[in-house]
């Protein structure tokens, strides 16, 4: 079955220190990669996304992810953390064959101390 | 509007009732999609729509949900005889082609629904 695993239900990070989110997949081949990011009063919005081609992608607001196919991964990271990035972040997939049809995992929430 | 538009941003009725949540997507987007998020969850995709027509309606939970889109902009989502269980967050997104040739869905901030 097709699937997005976030295992961190909650993180807390220092301002300033760094970031990594966890995402792994299943899927029956290599699916296109999201991430998105969830604030409050605000609807999601697209960090980055990774189709093909160089496995490191940068997003927006700072962020990275990088995609290992051995690893059914896809890791979101941030050098240095900023108390705005506090939010939900959701990892996503979609098959090349159903690019409309998201799977989300079910969201880490980052908490960020000042 | 720049951005994605649902209404209500709230919605609370009995079980029972047939509610309407309304999407105006962003002027020009061909591809209009819903999506529901339950409580502590990601969102899951319910419909999606190329123009006028439902080209993929496989995630919508049973007949008590139908979605429109007659002129290819605004979409309602419908609801009937609510239950306790539709109580979610119901997003609506649209992007200028598919997800595959533009990468991006704008979603709006989403109608949340309560039935009591």
């Known amino acids: 079955a097709q699937s997005v695993t976030q295992p961190d239900i909650h993180i807390t990070v220092s301002e300033g220190a760094s970031l990594e989110l966890r995402c792994n997949y299943s899927y029956g081949a290599t699916p296109y990669l999201f991430w998105y990011v969830q604030s409050p009063g605000q609807g999601l919005q697209l960090l980055l996304k990774y189709f093909s081609g160089d496995t490191l992608v940068q997003g927006i607001k700072g962020f990275e992810a990088e995609f290992k196919r051995s690893q059914s991964s896809f890791n979101l990271r941030k050098p240095s953390v900023h108390w705005s990035d506090a939010a939900e972040y959701f990892c996503a997939v979609a098959g090349r064959d159903s690019s409309y049809k998201l799977i989300f995992g079910s969201g880490t929430r980052l908490l960020v101390r000042p | ?116």
Do not use: M
């Open chain 2, 1 to 116: 509007g720049a951005g994605v538009s649902q209404t209500p941003s709230n919605k609370v009725t009995e079980k029972g009732k047939y509610v309407e949540l309304r999407c105006d997507p962003i002027s020009g987007h061909t591809a209009l999609y819903w999506y529901r998020q339950s409580l502590g969850q990601g969102p899951e995709f319910l419909i999606y729509f190329q123009g006028t027509g439902a080209a993929d309606d496989s995630g919508l939970p049973n007949d008590r949900f139908f979605a429109v889109r007659p002129e290819g902009s605004v979409s309602t989502l419908k609801i009937q005889r609510t239950e306790r269980g539709d109580s979610a967050v119901y997003l609506c997104a649209s992007s200028l082609l598919g997800v595959g040739a533009t990468g991006e869905l704008f979603f709006g901030e989403g109608s949340r629904l309560t039935v009591l």
